[in-house]
Structure formats: structure tokens, C-alpha cells
């Protein structure tokens, strides 16, 4: 039979997920009615359009760890430092973690490779890294 403690705490997170669901469901219900205003106005300004083809901009979280544009920078510069070697996402992130100073840690790490991966991907769509192959981290990439 089921723990009573047990029974307790899976109520109270399920209020707690039912709750924030609540929430959001009434901002996603705000911004539509935004949205409408907008789309209602444009009409207004221009008849003529195509309110389809304004594609939506993409919502993108803010790092705690780089200022906009910094952790580009540092990675051409490790990228730079390796003189034309095949990196890792994970070696990358633990250059990261050196270059900001931070407690080498596994979670740390784990977080700089995910800021990483973010910029080598974006990178690789200008064309300025290249997929290298693969070793015993993963997928490694140089620079172009």
C-alpha cells in the first residue's frame, strides 16, 4: 500500500503543475487577444496584408553565464587556440568553464557544453565550423 507521505507529496506537486498550467493557459489566452489587436490594426494601416507570411521571431533565454555575443567570441577564440584541431562540445565547455573562472564542476561543465553546442550549431549554419567527425566525447567540429 502506498506510503501516506508519499500519496501527500504527489497531491501537492500535482496541484502545483495544475496550478501553473492554469497560468499559463491565461497568458497564452492574453497574448492571442494581443495578438488580434495587432493584426487588427495592421489591417487597418495596410488592407492588403498577408498576415501569414510575418513569421513568428523565435523567444530565446538569456545566459546568466555571457553577455549577447560573448560566448561566440570565446569559442572562435578556443576554437583559434586549438590551431585547426577537432573539438568537442564537452572540451569546449570545460574551456568555457576555465576562461570564466568557475568551479570545474560536472554540472558546470554540462551547462557551458549546452551554451556551446548553441553557438557551434548556429556557427555551422554560416559555415564558419564544419562537422569534424566523431570521438570519445561525441560529435567534434573545426573551423571551416
Known sequence: MAESHVV??????RAELAGLIEHHQKEMDRLADDLAHLDATLKLFSPEIDLRTIRAKAHRMRSRFFRPGECQRLVLDIFREAQGAALSSRQIGQALVARRGLEPTTIMIEQMRKNAI????RLERTGTLIPAGRDGHGATWAVA
Open 8 to 13: 501527500t507529496a504527489l497531491i501537492s506537486k
Open 118 to 121: 548553441g553557438v557551434v550549431h
